[in-house]
């Protein structure tokens, strides 16, 4: 029975995950000091020396380690999990759920706009009396 082979091709993860990040080539060559035309060479290539590893990781915001063991599929799994909430981890807890009714802040904020426009009116008619 063969194993399946595990994508290490290093420049695609750099690739990808710089397209999560929503950051174009040129923004992360202009980062790490070399032209767009490198950063594409860079996504192309199987392996990538260490010390570059690191820079690009820096640029990136990740670990080196995060690019090596990046795959789509722990991506898709992290979102689905953290989205309906079924999975126990032990970062920090991001809470997607609303925490009030949006429609009472609505009303909230007519009611502010209401009084504000009953002292206008207030001030205006205490201007005129004056005359």
């Given at each position: 029975?063969?194993?399946?082979?595990?994508?290490?091709?290093?420049?695609?993860?750099?690739?990808?995950?710089?397209?999560?990040?929503?950051?174009?080539?040129?923004?992360?060559a202009?980062?790490?000091?070399?032209?767009?035309?490198?950063?594409?060479?860079?996504?192309?290539?199987?392996?990538?020396?260490?010390?570059?590893?690191?820079?690009?990781?820096?640029?990136?915001?990740?670990?080196?380690?995060?690019?090596?063991?990046?795959?789509?599929?722990?991506?898709?799994?992290?979102?689905?999990?953290?989205?309906?909430?079924?999975?126990?981890?032990s970062g920090?807890?991001?809470?997607?759920?609303?925490?009030?009714?949006?429609?009472?802040?609505?009303?909230?904020?007519?009611?502010?706009?209401?009084?504000?426009?009953?002292?206008?009116?207030?001030?205006?008619?205490?201007?005129?009396?004056?005359?």
């Open positions: 029975m063969e194993t399946v082979k595990k994508n290490q091709h290093i420049g695609r993860k750099i690739s990808r995950i710089r397209e999560l990040r929503g950051m174009k080539q040129e923004t992360l202009e980062a790490l000091g070399v032209s767009q035309q490198s950063v594409s060479k860079l996504e192309q290539s199987e392996t990538i020396e260490p010390k570059k590893l690191e820079e690009i990781a820096k640029v990136l915001g990740v670990s080196p380690e995060a690019i090596e063991n990046y795959s789509d599929e722990a991506v898709f799994n992290n979102i689905q999990n953290n989205y309906d909430g079924s999975v126990i981890h920090p807890t991001v809470n997607y759920d609303c925490t009030f009714n949006p429609l009472d802040k609505v009303v909230e904020l007519y009611e502010r706009l209401v009084e504000a426009e009953k002292d206008k009116v207030a001030y205006l008619e205490k201007l005129l009396n004056k005359n």
